[in-house]
């Protein structure tokens, strides 16, 4: 992955050639996983274990990573309200976005009407065993357990079950608190910093693993579900794909031409990251690279860390797109009419449920499935007419997942009014800009003086601090203007 320059060099980095950068490697893997799954089925359901065991080692770091930045965002900002203020803004945002996805989906498919003259019957629809355990979990989901959900039973749970929306809850609680320790969470803080930095030199090492871990998903899921799936339904399959590029360049578009910046040089920014969601067919492993890189482009970490890891569960534009699709094609295939009040009521619905399986495995279709059995109106047991074409679907989901949090990180910025879209625009369009002030991490040659501030602090104790002694300038409290906030949570060196 491009090294990303830092304070301690006065030039950036040489990009490298072509073939030598990530996403050509990653991009050469998929056509060969497809290749060997097309041609060597067996073969290819055999790659299952390189590709899982790829995205499980990425999201072994999800949760400790999510964790760190976002302690590390609050922990360092000099007023508590700005976070929550944030909080709140990109929840609204999230909202609005969500309900914009689910009216794309609602008018692409009630203007096509796929669904009509399939007449299946759903008493006659025989349920694999696999389709049957994600029907029964989403008929057992209530609609308000995504809001108790939120608090874990325990405090290492979540980061065991990888959970992405209990361990923000937890990192909130964590960094709040740490915040009103002032001075005396001053060791914990520096030790939050250089733990960041660990988890993401780890991150580097795993990512070059990244072109066999496309293989083997790639591989595996043609050579699984083949290609006559993608034959019999490739009139819904292309029109949740034409939907979805539609909702990315009209809705999302807008967006960025709101902040004066193009969506396109940005999905071109981020292109190591597209290629490791289309081989892998989920958005976990690209999180960490979209924070660095927004990061990069300048804006602040703190919002960075509290927004693109809380869209991860509020913010699913492609689930959102797939939700409304799918439901009104079951409907429509299963002859069961609704009117435009009870698919308005469907939207409603959809607003919580699609958020209630979120990071779970098989989320799409159990969010679903809880859809349809609130509603009771559409047979649940309709969802195995597409359950066939369900995994050609994931990886459109997840990159529409991917850029809307992209561009949700952005517009919270700018409605923060802390986003330099003039650097974000040039750091998109691969111009060489010069590694911003608030650029100062912690490199190994800084280790001694934080050491040293350490010291001044009687290792955690607040009945040893001298008081005498001048307070370190990279805590929020004692000086604003240079508090911590300023510091991002790691830095690569090239």
């Given at each position: 992955?491009?090294?990303?320059?830092?304070?301690?060099?006065?030039?950036?980095?040489?990009?490298?050639?072509?073939?030598?950068?990530?996403?050509?490697?990653?991009?050469?893997?998929?056509?060969?996983?497809?290749?060997?799954?097309?041609?060597?089925?067996?073969?290819?359901?055999?790659?299952?274990?390189?590709?899982?065991?790829?995205?499980?080692?990425?999201?072994?770091?999800?949760?400790?990573?999510?964790?760190?930045?976002?302690?590390?965002?609050?922990?360092?900002?000099?007023?508590?309200?700005?976070?929550?203020?944030?909080?709140?803004?990109?929840?609204?945002?999230?909202?609005?976005?969500?309900?914009?996805?689910?009216?794309?989906?609602?008018?692409?498919?009630?203007?096509?009407?796929?669904?009509?003259?399939?007449?299946?019957?759903?008493?006659?629809?025989?349920?694999?065993?696999?389709?049957?355990?994600?029907?029964?979990?989403?008929?057992?989901?209530?609609?308000?357990?995504?809001?108790?959900?939120?608090?874990?039973t325990s405090v290492v749970q979540p980061?065991?079950?990888?959970?992405?929306?209990?361990?923000?809850?937890?990192?909130?609680?964590?960094?709040?608190?740490?915040?009103?320790?002032?001075?005396?969470?001053?060791?914990?803080?520096?030790?939050?910093?250089?733990?960041?930095?660990?988890?993401?030199?780890?991150?580097?090492?795993?990512?070059?693993?990244?072109?066999?871990?496309?293989?083997?998903?790639?591989?595996?899921?043609?050579?699984?579900?083949?290609?006559?799936?993608?034959?019999?339904?490739?009139?819904?399959?292309?029109?949740?794909?034409?939907?979805?590029?539609?909702?990315?360049?009209?809705?999302?578009?807008?967006?960025?031409?709101?902040?004066?910046?193009?969506?396109?040089?940005?999905?071109?920014?981020?292109?190591?990251?597209?290629?490791?969601?289309?081989?892998?067919?989920?958005?976990?492993?690209?999180?960490?690279?979209?924070?660095?890189?927004?990061?990069?482009?300048?804006?602040?970490?703190?919002?960075?860390?509290?927004?693109?890891?809380?869209?991860?569960?509020?913010?699913?534009?492609?689930?959102?797109?797939?939700?409304?699709?799918?439901?009104?094609y079951i409907a429509q295939a299963t002859?069961?009419?609704?009117?435009?009040?009870?698919?308005?009521?469907?939207?409603?619905?959809?607003?919580?449920?699609?958020?209630?399986?979120?990071?779970?495995?098989?989320?799409?279709?159990?969010a679903l499935t809880a859809t349809l059995?609130?509603?009771?109106?559409?047979?649940?047991?309709?969802?195995?007419?597409?359950?066939?074409?369900?995994?050609?679907?994931?990886?459109?989901?997840?990159?529409?997942?991917?850029?809307?949090?992209?561009?949700?990180?952005?517009?919270?910025?700018?409605?923060?009014?802390?986003?330099?879209?003039?650097?974000?625009?040039?750091?998109?369009?691969?111009?060489?800009?010069?590694?911003?002030?608030?650029?100062?991490?912690?490199?190994?040659?800084?280790?001694?003086?934080?050491?040293?501030?350490?010291?001044?602090?009687?290792?955690?104790?607040?009945?040893?601090?001298?008081?005498?002694?001048?307070?370190?300038?990279?805590?929020?409290?004692?000086?604003?203007?240079?508090?911590?906030?300023?510091?991002?949570?790691?830095?690569?060196?090239?």
């Amino acid at each position: 992955m491009d090294h990303i320059p830092t304070a301690g060099h006065a030039t950036p980095a040489t990009k490298p050639r072509w073939y030598r950068q990530l996403y050509f490697w990653v991009l050469t893997a998929i056509v060969i996983g497809i290749l060997v799954g097309w041609l060597a089925p067996a073969t290819g359901i055999a790659m299952e274990p390189i590709g899982t065991t790829f995205v499980n080692a990425m999201k072994m770091l999800i949760g400790p990573i999510v964790f760190l930045t976002i302690v590390g965002g609050i922990a360092s900002v000099a007023d508590l309200k700005k976070v929550g203020m944030t909080g709140l803004k990109a929840l609204t945002y999230f909202q609005i976005g969500t309900i914009c996805a689910l009216a794309f989906g609602l008018v692409a498919i009630n203007v096509f009407r796929l669904g009509e003259g399939v007449n299946a019957d759903p008493g006659a629809i025989k349920t694999s065993d696999a389709a049957a355990k994600l029907i029964d979990a989403g008929q057992h989901q209530e609609w308000w357990e995504f809001i108790t959900h939120i608090i874990p039973t325990s405090v290492v749970q979540p980061f065991v079950a990888g959970d992405i929306l209990q361990i923000i809850f937890i990192a909130v609680v964590f960094g709040i608190a740490l915040n009103a320790m002032g001075k005396v969470g001053a060791p914990v803080l520096d030790g939050v910093q250089r733990l960041t930095g660990v988890m993401f030199k780890i991150l580097s090492f795993i990512m070059k693993a990244a072109p066999l871990g496309a293989f083997g998903a790639m591989a595996f899921a043609v050579g699984k579900y083949g290609v006559s799936s993608l034959t019999s339904m490739g009139g819904l399959i292309a029109l949740f794909y034409a939907t979805s590029i539609l909702f990315v360049v009209v809705v999302l578009g807008s967006v960025m031409a709101f902040l004066k910046l193009n969506i396109f040089t940005m999905i071109r920014h981020l292109k190591e990251e597209y290629m490791l969601i289309l081989g892998t067919s989920t958005a976990e492993p690209a999180l960490p690279g979209l924070m660095r890189k927004l990061e990069h482009a300048g804006v602040k970490k703190e919002t960075v860390g509290l927004v693109v890891p809380t869209g991860y569960s509020f913010n699913l534009d492609g689930a959102a797109i797939y939700l409304s699709l799918a439901a009104l094609y079951i409907a429509q295939a299963t002859n069961t009419h609704l009117t435009l009040g009870q698919q308005l009521g469907l939207l409603a619905v959809m607003l919580l449920t699609s958020k209630g399986a979120a990071g779970v495995a098989g989320g799409g279709f159990i969010a679903l499935t809880a859809t349809l059995a609130t509603i009771g109106t559409i047979p649940a047991a309709g969802i195995m007419l597409i359950f066939g074409i369900d995994k050609f679907m994931s990886e459109c989901r997840a990159l529409v997942n991917f850029t809307g949090n992209a561009v949700a990180t952005l517009f919270i910025a700018w409605w923060d009014r802390t986003l330099d879209a003039d650097c974000v625009r040039r750091v998109f369009a691969g111009e060489a800009v010069e590694p911003m002030p608030s650029e100062d991490p912690a490199h190994a040659d800084d280790v001694a003086a934080i050491d040293d501030d350490l010291v001044r602090y009687g290792h955690h104790s607040p009945n040893h601090y001298d008081s005498a002694a001048p307070a370190p300038q990279h805590l929020a409290d004692v000086d604003p203007a240079q508090s911590a906030e300023a510091r991002p949570a790691y830095s690569e060196k090239a």
